[in-house]
Every structure is written in structure tokens, then in C-alpha cells.
């Protein structure tokens, strides 16, 4: 009987669908993209911007990658900024939140979205640490509806897609637990190749394609290294996609350079 009741929902949703018949390698591409935008609004918005000051964006680029987090995350900015901050004030300590060489690679890498969770609901510490991010109506709405985000995303994937925009969203939703909780939180204290004797265990995922999935993010040690610098990639052979996004904006005029150097 559950099986006929969702073979029949399968078949309304996509009957009732924009795109629902899609060679798999467009569904395929469709999620990269989608992902790639999430992991850049993340190190652009979140992490460059918000959290160290290092760039700015004008305010509607600033706007769509609030609305962007929201549909694909859920993550309150001053939560993320707080967590991260807490992170580089205490890092490799037992208030580092989610440090590898306290918890353990394997914790860290498997459990980072639980650990990020568990500090973002400190509120001590979110009161401490986030201090500086938006505090407007929208975000008042984003924080307590927080979940109507990626809600809307996955009711909006199955009117465009139909059921295979499910799957689409379960990768979309799992896109930045895994790589900004498990991978550069954990892999990045912990795997790979140091460019700078930084007093943490911060390493760079060698390889480009880490930075392409991670936007630049994989460079971790560098970033250590000059926490509030607007750019990762430091040495020849390096790459930072983010920092790239960035420039094409600030060539049109929709985002400045605060920092560069640890500078003002």
C-alpha cells in the first residue's frame, strides 16, 4: 500500500514538472553548478567577508548570497562567523570547536556538522564571537526560519526536476557538511602540506581539484598563515577560485578590498 502511495506521488510530481525528463548528465552538471555557488557564497560571503573583513560586496551581491545560504544551508551568518572565529582564538585547544587533534580525524571527519552544531547553540559563545554581522529583519527571519530554506529548495527542486530533483537536493544539502565540516575542518588540521610554520596543525590539501571543490578553501595553512588576506593561493601552482569570483566583481564595481596582507 506505501509503495502504491508513493509510486503514485512519484508519478504526479513529475507529471506536474518543468524538467523532469533530463539526460542524467544534465541533473549531473545542474548539481555542480549549484554546489560550486553554495561553496563559493560560503568563502566569499561567510568566511572572507563576514568573518574576517578582508572584502566586501555591494548590497545586492551581498544580498543574494544571504538568500543563497539560506536556501542551501540554513546557516545563520552569525552563527557560522562565531563558530569560525572561536575556532582561530582557540585553535588545537579543547575550545578549538572542532579541531581534529582534540577530537580526532575521524570525529572531526564524520562529525563535524554535530560538533559545528554544538558550538553554533553555545550562546556565550555566538554572543561572544559573532559580534559585526548582520543583524537586519531579514536576517532576524533567515535565523528563526531557518529550516524553510532548504525546505523551499527541495520543494522548488521537484517542481523543476521532478523526483531526480531529490536526489539533487539530498547533495546539495550534504555538499557543505561534508567539505567545510568534515573536509577542511578535519583533512585541513590534519592532511597535506604546509607552506608556513603556523603555531596550529593547519595543512593545504595538495592538488587543484581540492581547491575547485572547496573554492579556494583547501588552502588552509595559507590562510592561517594571514588569516585576514582576501587571497589563499600563495605559492606557483596554487589556485584560488573564490579569489578569482571576487576579482571579476570588483572589476564591475560590486565588491572591494578591505585587506590583502593583513593590512589595512
Same mark, same amino acid.
Given at each position: ?37 553554495? $561553496?563559493?557564497?560560503?568563502? &566569499?560571503? *561567510?568566511?572572507?567577508?563576514? =568573518?574576517? @573583513? ?7 551581491? +551581498? ?87 532548504? $525546505?523551499?529548495?527541495?520543494? &522548488?527542486? *521537484?517542481?523543476?526536476?521532478? =523526483?531526480? @530533483? ?7 544539502? +550534504? ?87 593583513? $593590512?589595512?
Amino acid at each position: 500500500m506505501l509503495l502504491d502511495s508513493l509510486s503514485g506521488l512519484s508519478f504526479w510530481i513529475n507529471a506536474h514538472a518543468l524538467w523532469p525528463a533530463l539526460p542524467v548528465w544534465a541533473y549531473v552538471v545542474i548539481t555542480i553548478i549549484d554546489t560550486h555557488i553554495t $561553496t563559493t557564497s560560503v568563502t &566569499l560571503y *561567510l568566511h572572507r567577508c563576514q =568573518t574576517h @573583513g578582508s572584502i566586501s560586496f555591494a548590497a545586492p551581491v +551581498a544580498h543574494f548570497w544571504r538568500l543563497w545560504l539560506w536556501l542551501r544551508t540554513g546557516m545563520p551568518t552569525r552563527e557560522w562567523v562565531a563558530v569560525h572565529r572561536c575556532h582561530h582564538a582557540n585553535v588545537e585547544t579543547d575550545k578549538d570547536p572542532h579541531s581534529p587533534i582534540v577530537y580526532g580525524i575521524w570525529r572531526v571527519f564524520l562529525m563535524g556538522t554535530a560538533l559545528y552544531h554544538k558550538a553554533a547553540h553555545n550562546k556565550a559563545l555566538v554572543e561572544q564571537y559573532g559580534k559585526g554581522t548582520p543583524d537586519d529583519a531579514i536576517e532576524f527571519v533567515y535565523a528563526r526560519m531557518a529550516l524553510l530554506g532548504p $525546505t523551499s529548495t527541495l520543494f &522548488l527542486n *521537484l517542481w523543476m526536476f521532478g =523526483t531526480p @530533483g531529490f536526489v539533487m537536493w539530498l547533495v546539495e544539502m +550534504a555538499w557543505i557538511p561534508f567539505f567545510a565540516a568534515g573536509v577542511i575542518n578535519g583533512l585541513g588540521h590534519y592532511w597535506g602540506y604546509r607552506n608556513y610554520e603556523t603555531p596550529d596543525a593547519s595543512t593545504n590539501l595538495p592538488g587543484p581539484h581540492w581547491s575547485l571543490l572547496t573554492a579556494g578553501e583547501a588552502l588552509h595553512n595559507n590562510h592561517h598563515h594571514i588569516q585576514n588576506a582576501a587571497r589563499f593561493s600563495m605559492k606557483r601552482g596554487e589556485i584560488d577560485p573564490g579569489y578569482l569570483y571576487f576579482s571579476i566583481l570588483k572589476a564591475v564595481g560590486l565588491a572591494s578590498q578591505r585587506r590583502e596582507d593583513g $593590512t589595512t
